[in-house]
């Protein structure tokens, strides 16, 4: 079984990420790792969880690199942002928006890279 790969995110995108499924999440800005999984009763629970380093920063080298090695690129800014400016190739899933429906267009198989803001 192929294991599948991490989502690497921008600001707290990596905890509505894995929420949703995902099975491991990577911060791109990386000011603290996601929560630990919720304890709801009643609520799934994810199969596995990433606990490991998170990434404070992705450069544009590694961007272009994980997108030539297969990486989904999605903004997850509101549409409106998005239509004024986006990177190119990103998907606009606004986050307010994210859910199981609104990703099954992603491939679970191949990295999702998710950014709400540039530093330009």
């Known amino acids: 079984m ?3 790969h991490p989502s690497i995110s921008r600001c707290s995108s990596a ?3 894995w929420w949703r499924g995902r ?3 990577r911060s791109a800005s990386g000011t603290r790792p996601p929560p630990s999984p919720p304890k709801r009763p009643g609520r799934p629970r994810p199969r596995s969880y990433y606990d490991g380093f998170m990434s404070r920063l ?3 080298d590694q961007l272009q690199k994980l997108i030539a090695q297969g990486a989904q690129l ?3 800014l509101p ?3 998005y239509r004024e400016d986006h990177l190119p190739g990103a998907r606009s899933i ?3 928006q994210v859910s199981r429906e609104s990703t099954t267009s992603l491939d679970a ?3 999702v890279i998710v950014y709400c803001w540039d530093m330009s």
Do not use: F, G
């Open 2 to 4: 192929r294991r599948p």
């Open 15 to 17: 905890r509505v990420c």
């Open 23 to 25: 099975s491991s999440t």
């Open 58 to 60: 992705i450069d544009r």
């Open 74 to 76: 999605v903004e997850v």
């Open 79 to 81: 549409a409106d942002e």
């Open 94 to 96: 606004p986050l307010r």
């Open 109 to 111: 198989n191949r990295p």
